[in-house]
């Protein structure tokens, strides 16, 4: 499966932005769907997950209440609806598929995005 990641731009602290991943190549609907983000000189870390029915989601403890993951299977996209944002969430945020959800909670899926970066000026 092929992601194409989009939304990132700059944005004030308490501001909001929504990030949209594209997937397309194979059935959308048969893979666990993520965000990560890599800030700079920092490892890459978990953000989200969201199950292939959409029903259970999980997130980062930095984000919960934040930040929405959501998908929408008609249009083959993942998004993550990210609102007050802080300077702290400045980072290059990647999208990644798996079937098997511990990867994508883990960050070894198969799949993976370009990257966007989201900037957070305080």
């Known amino acids: 499966v092929q992601l194409q990641a989009s939304g990132g731009g700059l944005v004030q602290a308490g501001g909001s932005l929504r990030l949209s991943c594209a997937a397309s190549?194979?059935?959308?609907?048969?893979?666990?769907m993520g965000w990560f983000r890599q800030a700079a000189g920092k490892e890459r870390e978990f953000v989200a997950a969201?199950?292939?029915?959409?029903?259970?989601?999980e997130y980062a403890d930095s984000v919960k209440g934040r930040f929405t993951i959501s998908r929408d299977s008609a249009k083959n996209t993942v998004y993550l609806q990210m609102n007050s944002l802080k300077p702290e969430d400045t980072a290059v945020y990647y999208c990644?598929?798996?079937?098997?959800?511990?990867?994508?909670?883990?960050?070894?899926?198969?799949?993976w995005g370009q990257g966007t970066l989201v900037t957070v000026s305080s």
């Open positions: 990644a598929a798996d079937s098997v959800r511990s990867k994508v909670v883990l960050g070894t899926s198969d799949y």
């Open positions: 190549g194979r059935t959308f609907g048969n893979y666990v």
């Open positions: 969201i199950a292939t029915t959409a029903w259970s989601t």
